[in-house]
């Protein structure tokens, strides 16, 4: 049975930034509570400021440029007091975080310094908050890299990020944000780079340290299986406003608002998929008549993409000489075919190959051998100057966004430099172009000047 106090108590909270455009409110007026031992789960489209109230809580908001102008952040130390965190003195916090609040941050490669070791940076927060020694603090690190399944956790303690494949970067931030035991665990979409076994296993570890350690989890997800899998409670926010607040059952069996039965609706069912966009769904899915879309038909389908045999290894080195000494096997003799007009879904668990194989074929890494052959062009051939050329016709999607944007230049620069390189257009076609992608991608023109 829950704790009738609250741990956390947000109240009235209301978070702005500062742009070139003016002020941009991120939160306004939102409340909400969580009790020790209990799990609530924050769910919105993106940019609704499920992230910006985490942040709040850490009072990290303000190391981003947003500026906590209304509210309070009341937390339980569980010493008989109860503070409001938006008061207190940069001290005070840098105590309570990792210690009190842990966080599991949405961008691993980002969370992560990649100049120190796996095993530096686990032991660091408990040599800081815990008070032990350098051999007891790398002995408990290892423990907890055994809890989130990382595979060979022994030899990961000494490797870098940068060594780490998405997924493995993610629990080891999973295990820095518990290693401290604290009170709050706060959960910035935890899963997103996880396969669905890992996922299982990380939110069952997550379940569990709540009911047994009584800690209360702050969980922000767009993933509404998760929520029902993990949620004792679910607030629904939406363009920086708390729409809806409600025990879990009440959100999926009877939910209140439009926009809540509009996320619920969102969820991917096989063979169905709408391109229509969000206030068309919502008007069909009132009316009852979500339906399927037109299935696109390729009269005459053509291998547009072909795989034979694809090896890229990654040389291990080591001895002072650093020889190569061992080869890790990323991806070992992949073949596949696919069609214009298809789409081919690679999967399989974290540091399976999946990402190299990708980058493999873009020749962003270099493979040891096999073929590539897209739309007639001997891919793994070409020259320097050639693959330059080549890349117009191939893109990537990478995996963590924060990482793959440069903060020195506006997202509008950026958007263009490809079709610079490439001369792709005048001045004003390029405006038009971006604008027209902006759309396409549904985010606001404004946010070309950011």
Known sequence: MLDESPLVSIEKLRVEFETN??????????????????????????????????????????????????????????????????RQSTPVMRDIRGNQIGMI???????????????????????????????????????????????????RMDQYPHELSGGMRQRVVI??????????????????????TIQAEILALIDRLKREKQIAVLFITHDMAVVAQM????????????????????????????????LLAAVPRLGE???????????????????????????????????ENLVTRFAVKGGIMRRTVANVHAVEDVSFTINGGETLSLVGESGCGKSTCGRSILRLVEPQSGHVNLGGTDVLALSQRGLRRARR??????????????????????????????????????????????????????????
């Open 21 to 86: 455009d003016g002020v941009v409110v991120g939160v306004k007026d939102v409340s909400f509570d969580i009790k020790p031992g209990e799990c609530v789960c924050v769910v919105g489209e993106s940019g609704s400021g499920k992230s910006v109230s985490s942040l709040s809580l850490m009072r990290l908001v303000e190391f981003g440029g947003g500026t906590i102008t209304n509210g309070k952040l009341m937390f339980d130390t569980g010493d008989g007091k109860v503070v409001d965190l938006v």
């Open 105 to 155: 941050f949405q961008e691993p490669m980002t969370a992560l310094n990649p100049v120190f070791t796996v095993g530096d940076q686990l032991a660091e927060g408990l040599i800081e908050h815990r008070g032990l020694d350098k051999k007891a603090a790398r002995a408990r690190a290892l423990e907890i890299l055994k809890q989130v399944r990382i595979p060979e956790p022994e030899r």
């Open 175 to 196: 295990a820095i944000a518990m290693a401290c035991e604290p009170r709050l665990l706060i959960c910035d979409e935890p899963t997103t780079a996880l396969d669905v």
């Open 231 to 262: 949620a004792d409670r679910v607030v629904v926010m939406y363009r920086g406003d708390k729409v809806e607040e409600g025990p879990v059952e009440q959100i999926f069996e009877a939910p209140r608002e439009d926009y809540t039965r509009m």
């Open 273 to 307: 998929m709408s391109g229509k966009p969000a206030p068309e769904r919502l008007r069909l899915m009132r009316d009852g008549t979500v339906g399927k879309p037109e299935p696109i038909i390729v009269a005459d389908p053509k291998p547009l993409l072909t795989v």
């Open 393 to 450: 016709d191939m893109q990537m999607i990478f995996q963590d966004p924060f990482a793959s944007l440069d903060p020195h230049m506006k997202l509008y620069d950026q958007v263009a430099e490809p079709m610079l390189n490439y001369g792709i257009g005048n001045r004003s076609e390029r405006q038009d172009r971006i604008a027209a992608l902006f759309d396409r991608v549904e985010l606001p023109r404004s946010f070309m000047r950011r």
